[in-house]
């Protein structure tokens, strides 16, 4: 079943604005993971955070996670024609389950 | 480290062809996995290694088998390639298992004819 689940599924922005994605889930986690791929190649893991986090931060990257709504955020501040990517969130929902990724979000950055 | 490689790059075959795709890590992770990844879709499990000798069935294993010997390889094989199996396919390792950081390879595309 398909846990976490990406909005919207595409995005286009201007170079220098922020880009905000979003990820919900339907049951408790353990952590949420955002990862990116560019195009042709493997996934790049970008942040973990757990169920007792609220809010990370890496580079230009911020996430957020909000147990009680089932979601997290992540933000990238600044963005540049190099985070032109798609987006992937993963939940991991327990002891006995699968790490579970979402269909992704294209991210356009326009130059 | 050359982190996780994955060879080869693209192939194609005949339906009711075999192969084998190849994966290994140079990070002495315990955890290994493989996943395929269609259009439109997330990345879904076919199966998982939390260490040598140690194998299990992910979402999707049908027609799918892997090994574990080494800490290091954990090769995926079709056995009998059907046009259903055409997808990208990567291979991925953690230090201790799917709760931790995911390093990917750079995927294997395959198309079977």
């Known amino acids: 079943s398909q846990q976490g689940e990406e909005d919207p599924q595409a995005l286009s922005i201007q170079e220098g604005e922020n880009a905000t994605m979003n990820c919900s889930y339907k049951?408790?986690?353990?952590?949420l993971q955002w990862y990116r791929q560019n195009s042709g190649r493997g996934l790049v893991h970008l942040i973990l955070?757990?169920?007792?986090?609220r809010e990370k931060h890496s580079g230009r990257l911020r996430v957020t996670l909000d147990t009680s709504k089932k979601s997290s955020s992540l933000l990238i501040t600044a963005s540049r024609a190099a985070d032109t990517a798609s987006y992937f969130c993963a939940v991991h929902t327990g002891a006995n389950s699968k790490l579970t990724f979402g269909k992704g979000i294209t991210l356009s950055v326009r130059p | 480290n050359a982190g996780v490689t994955q060879t080869p790059k693209f192939q194609v075959l005949k339906t009711g062809q075999s192969m084998t795709l190849q994966c290994a890590q140079d990070?002495?992770?315990?955890?290994m996995s493989w996943y395929r990844q269609d259009p439109g879709m997330g990345l879904r499990l076919i199966h998982y290694s939390v260490g040598a000798g140690i194998t299990d069935q992910g979402e999707v294993p049908n027609g799918y088998n892997v090994s574990r010997s080494t800490t290091e390889d954990f090769p995926l094989r079709l056995l009998s390639a059907a046009p259903s199996q055409t997808s990208v396919y990567f291979c991925?390792?953690?230090?201790?298992?799917?709760?931790?950081?995911?390093?990917f390879g750079p995927g294997t595309r395959l198309t079977v004819l």
């Open positions: 991925a390792s953690s230090y201790r298992g799917d709760t931790d950081t995911q390093y």
């Open positions: 049951t408790s986690i353990n952590n």
């Open positions: 955070i757990r169920s007792n986090e």
């Open positions: 990070m002495n992770h315990e955890y």
